[in-house]
Antibody, heavy 117, light 106 residues
């Protein structure tokens, strides 16, 4: 079954860290670029980061640059997002998504991150 | 690159023809995608390359445009089409989204 499953969300205090994971199955993970996209409660979609299929290139939104790190382990078919120095405004559902030729054609169900004291 | 969708919300009836517009702050050729999102669910890719229908998406959905102006059209609204729609540009990083258009039942 072709799917992405996120995990690792939860409640965390401001300034602390959290690592999200996205487990891929049913397709050749190592052939695809992968994205993280987030959605704050009641708000629209915000792109967070992308990593190329082989991990050779990474790009970040300005809002997370220097605090978040995207990585992948193709041997484990898993995508990661290391989130440091978390802020209240990072509270959101975080989705991982597969990059198609032009667009994101496969999404996980998301994992909720709540940053609160 | 900023994307501005209009309208921000829309009320329509089953069977109506609906058009949503997405305007880019600079030219993006045809590097535009449209997504549908239902409450509590992940977004779903509907159209890519401005006008190419994603596999499995009903033919009542269509997209057009290039450069800075794009449209998503639903030819005959079905009950399952009531959702929020987002455009996204993939011309350059960051791949920004529009603010969304909420399509509600009249």
């Amino acid at each position: 079954q072709v799917q992405l499953v996120e995990s690792g969300g939860g409640v965390v205090q401001p300034g602390r860290s959290l690592r999200l994971s996205c487990a891929a199955s049913g397709f050749t993970f190592s052939s695809y670029g992968m994205h993280w996209v987030r959605q704050a409660p009641g708000k629209g979609l915000e792109w967070v980061a992308v990593i190329w299929y082989d991990g050779s290139n990474k790009y970040y939104a300005d809002s997370v640059k220097g605090r978040f790190t995207i990585s992948r382990d193709n041997s484990k078919n898993t995508l990661y997002l290391q989130m440091n120095s978390l802020r209240a405004e990072d509270t959101a559902v975080y989705y991982c998504a597969r990059e198609a030729a032009e667009g994101m054609d496969l999404w996980g169900r998301g994992t909720l991150v709540t940053v609160s004291s | 690159i900023q994307l501005t969708q209009s309208p921000s919300s829309l009320s329509a009836s089953v069977g109506d023809r609906v058009t949503i517009t997405c305007r880019a702050s600079q030219g993006i050729s045809s590097y535009l995608a449209w997504y549908q999102q239902k409450p509590g669910k992940a977004p779903k890719l509907l159209i890519y390359a401005a006008s190419t229908l994603q596999s499995g998406v009903p033919s009542r959905f269509s997209g057009s445009g290039s450069g800075t102006d794009f449209t998503l059209t639903i030819s005959s609204l079905q009950p399952e089409d009531f959702a929020t729609y987002y455009c996204q540009q993939l011309n350059s990083y960051p791949p920004t989204f529009g603010q969304g258009t909420r399509l509600e039942i009249k």
